[in-house]
């Protein structure tokens, strides 16, 4: 199919701007605040709601200095949302390697947060000396070091009945195997695990139908012993690629199953299990429901198993990897699996339950479906009978029918089994479709329209592609009706709700790795592009672009704002970890300061409060050689009233809103005078907002 061209494209208007006939109808539907085409009588009437009087001449000059073509003044008008107005939808978008999640507005693009998870934070607080989130960092990292990083890729939402509910995020770290937990009731993450037995994954995070379990797939497999499992820092097999069995038997794949307890919000590695897998590299996860409710889906690539070592005659990985036609996609029935764990069917590695890969072969929990290879798309319709997946060096989007699968190993229709003796299911037997989309299919979004949308990493596009029955039937189905170009080597897109069973549709976002000559220069590391296309009609639109400088957002959620509920204030003296009351809660007039000996450490400790503009008690003295802990607890009962607390030179900083309360240890470990003060601007005496820490020396 010939893509046309996109409206994105800087068309030309014979050096006169815009034409009277088209500037009228933007300005018309700028002043009656609707969108372009509503017609320029509703803007000269004189019950034209405005408060200032904007002349249709102005509006043309501003647009003609801007050099603005149609399509470009309309998309300005369709992203701009007025201060006081709210967004319609709300992303959370990885933050790649800053190691956080990104709260972006749709269709404003307005950065709302940035939340810390895998990366220490000081403007929250977050990892600088408060012991909570401190102990998060600590805890979620591997045993062997603390972990100050993560490569984020797949941020999920919570679900109640495959739909999304708004209530948790959940996000992973694929350098270090970990996954986190956030609460959407104050957007902080609240829990980070270091996923037993896995060294790396990108397949995640991906939720079961009503978030019983947060699913999390390997990427790169690990060294693996069947006695023990993988522990990191200890777990050493031998790896010689010039002897490809070393690959073949000492590494493996994993897939795990991590229970969510609502109630506490956290990860319960009590009640999880995994799933042994074949060292294949496994990527992304599709969790079903409707006809595949119990089914997990997820692609790979390198079946080939390569190994690399270009300096010793070996080709390299890419090229191994890539020799054969297809790869797998793995069928996984996850709720037969639950049943062997309950059966106890399974052996107990590093704390968490785990089915072998003979034993999944065993009870028929596992199959195997060929597909394009490097695939990296996984996606199910909205009705859950259809899985998408995009192989990145084919120019087809292939579609798998769930019945079909169903069928075909119900009647045991096998092409064979792999070297581990998964059984192979026929690729003819489960494919429904294929649809050649262009050059360099990655992963495919969803509308509420029947409507599929695949990111085209080599030809720089996204492709817009109708589904087949029920969606659409005849020739309508299994067809590509329109292309749009993309600025530049798109990854991901996200569109509202997308991969449940009811898209929003409206807004795609194209998740670009380069900008180029989009932004202004800042050197050779240029930032990211997220750009915003409106999908509201036949054609595809261009409306906006947004630079991301601060890492790679690989992928992204986006749900109806309405469908998020966060507090505006805590309850007074809450512990924003547990939500609950802390026991080092003050209120004014209980500030203190107690000193005493602890095992033989000597101990002062703080009991404080913060109020515009006040830190009481504001003079400390403590003795060089004292463990001090300070509990601050922020009084204010006013949303945004956020105060926050440092120590000149100590390397803290809290960030403690409206009735939260903190905790900070110090070791007063040199003599001197130094200043505290609130590091929020926080009241007109914010600067006098201060105090004294004094450590006199021994």
């Known amino acids: 199919m010939t893509a046309r061209k996109s409206s994105n494209s800087n068309s030309r208007n014979n050096g006169n701007g815009l034409r009277r006939r088209d500037f009228l109808q933007i300005a018309g539907g700028v002043a009656a605040g609707v969108v372009a085409g509503y017609g320029v009588s509703k803007f000269l009437a004189p019950s034209a709601p405005s408060e200032v009087e904007i002349a249709p001449g102005n509006l043309q000059n501003i647009i003609q200095e801007k050099n603005l073509t149609p399509d470009q003044a309309v998309a300005a008008v369709k992203t701009y949302v007025p201060g006081g107005a709210r967004d319609e939808f709300i992303m959370f978008a990885s933050g790649g390697h800053s190691g956080q999640v990104l709260v972006i507005g749709i269709p404003s693009m307005k950065l709302y947060k940035v939340i810390a998870v895998f990366t220490p934070e000081p403007w929250q607080g977050y990892g600088v000396g408060n012991l909570e989130t401190e102990k998060i960092l600590k805890e979620g990292s591997n045993g062997i ?26 996000v992973n770290d694929k350098a270090n195997g970990r996954m986190a937990v956030i609460s959407l009731k104050d957007f902080e993450t609240k829990q980070i695990v270091k996923i037993p037995n896995m060294q790396s994954q990108h397949g995640g995070c991906f939720c079961t139908p009503n978030t019983e379990y947060v699913v999390v797939g390997s990427q790169y497999p690990a060294p693996w012993d069947p006695e023990t499992g993988y522990r990191p820092g200890e777990t050493y097999v031998e790896l010689d690629p010039q002897n490809p069995d070393t690959y073949k ?45 119990g089914l997990c889906f997820i692609n790979s690539f390198n079946t080939e198993m390569a190994v690399g070592d270009d300096l010793n005659g070996i080709p390299p990985l890419e090229v191994g990897a890539s020799e054969r036609d297809f790869d797998y996609l793995h069928v996984i029935f996850w709720k037969k699996a639950e049943e062997l764990v309950k059966q106890g069917k399974y052996k107990e590695l590093n704390g968490v339950k785990v089915i072998s890969l003979d034993t999944a072969i065993k009870e028929g929990i596992i199959y195997l479906i060929p597909e394009p290879k490097s695939p990296h798309g996984c996606d ?66 969803f509308d509420d329209k029947g409507y599929a949308y695949t990111s085209l990493f080599i030809d720089n596009k996204v492709a817009k592609w109708a589904l087949g029955p029920p969606y659409h039937t005849g020739d309508e189905a299994w067809k590509v009706v329109d292309k749009i170009d993309i600025h530049y080597n798109v990854g991901h897109v996200a569109a509202p709700e997308s991969n449940t069973p009811k898209p929003k549709g409206k807004y795609l976002v194209s998740l670009n790795k380069w900008s180029i000559d989009r932004f202004n220069s800042v050197g050779p590391l240029k930032p990211q592009n997220l750009q915003l296309i409106d999908i509201t009609s036949s054609k595809m639109m261009l409306l906006y672009d947004m630079p991301i400088g601060l890492g790679e957002p690989h992928y992204a959620r986006i749900i109806s704002a309405d469908k998020l509920n966060p507090i505006e204030v805590y309850p007074m003296g809450t512990n924003p ?122």
């Not at 939402?157 to 739909?163: G, L, P, W």
């Not at 802990?629 to 409206?658: K, M, Q, R, V, W």
């Open 145 to 170: 070091r603390n972990l100050t990083w993560g490569d984020v890729h797949h941020p999920e939402i919570s679900r109640t009945n495959a739909e999304f509910d708004g209530e948790w995020l959940f």
């Open 577 to 698: 970890l547990t939500f609950q009351k802390d026991p080092n809660a003050v209120s004014k007039g209980e500030e203190r300061i107690e000193r005493k000996v602890v095992n033989g450490q000597p101990v002062t400790e703080i009991w404080g409060t913060l109020i515009r503009s006040r830190i009481t008690p504001d003079f400390i003295r403590v003795k060089q050689g004292d463990k001090v802990i300070f509990h601050l607890t922020n009084i204010e009962t006013t949303p945004d009233a956020t105060h926050g607390f440092t120590i000149c030179e100590y390397n803290i900083n809290l960030s403690l809103e409206p009735g939260e309360v903190a905790t900070v240890e110090i070791l007063a470990d040199k003599p001197g005078v130094y200043a505290m003060y609130c590091t929020e601007f926080c009241s007109p005496l914010h600067l006098e907002m201060a105090g004294w820490f004094v450590v006199e020396p021994q």
């Open 380 to 445: 199910i319709t909205p009705g859950g009978e259809y899985i998408v997946v995009s192989g990145k060096l084919e120019p087809v989007a292939t579609v798998y029918s769930v019945e079909k699968i169903l069928t075909a190993i119900k009647n045991k229709d096998f092409e064979g089994t792999d070297e581990y003796g998964i059984p192979i299911l026929k690729f003819e037997s489960t494919k429904e479709a294929q649809v050649e989309v262009g050059l360099g299919p990655l992963h495919t979004e």
């Open 249 to 293: 038997n000492n590494f493996r794949g994993l897939v795990a199953f991590l229970a969510f307890n609502r109630e506490v919000g956290r990860i319960d590695l009590s009640k999880s299990f995994e799933i042994e897998l074949p060292p294949y590299m496994q990527d992304l996860v599709a969790i079903g429901w409707g006809p595949s409710d």
